[in-house]
């Protein structure tokens, strides 16, 4: 899938939920520009993540394929760092027929 970065929004509080297409949701900790760090993810089998703003205690995720997701995070800058699981690129792919080869698109399909 497409993993490059897309959307994203600051909490105010150097915390930023970033869209990360197939890589779903990434709550970085950029409270050192020198070293950002992931400190939390949502990651669902499906993702392909358009936007990731925070409202509030809230953040509302835009995703082509499910709609919206509603996530709660509760860590801050400074939290410990995590890493999320890799990506399966063994699911065979399409291109899109708007983004061509930029977002690869899980396929069901023969190629």
């Not at 400190?39 to 409202?55: E, I, Q, R």
């Not at 860590?75 to 399409?94: F, I, M, R």
Request: hydrophobic fraction near 35%; proline fraction near 7%.
């Amino acid at each position: 899938g497409c993993d490059s970065a897309h959307y994203f929004s600051d909490r105010g509080d150097q915390m930023l939920a970033a869209a990360f297409y197939g890589a779903g949701t990434r709550f970085l900790d950029v409270s050192n520009p020198k070293d950002i760090r992931q400190v939390g993810y949502f990651l669902p089998s499906d993702a392909n993540t358009w936007a990731a703003y925070w409202h509030g205690d809230y953040v509302y995720v835009a995703d082509f394929d499910r709609g919206v997701d509603i996530l709660k995070f509760n860590g801050s800058a400074g939290s410990k760092a995590v890493t999320a699981p890799a990506v399966d690129l063994s699911t065979p792919t399409k291109q899109s027929p708007l983004y061509r080869f930029m977002c690869p698109l899980p396929s069901r399909e023969p190629i």
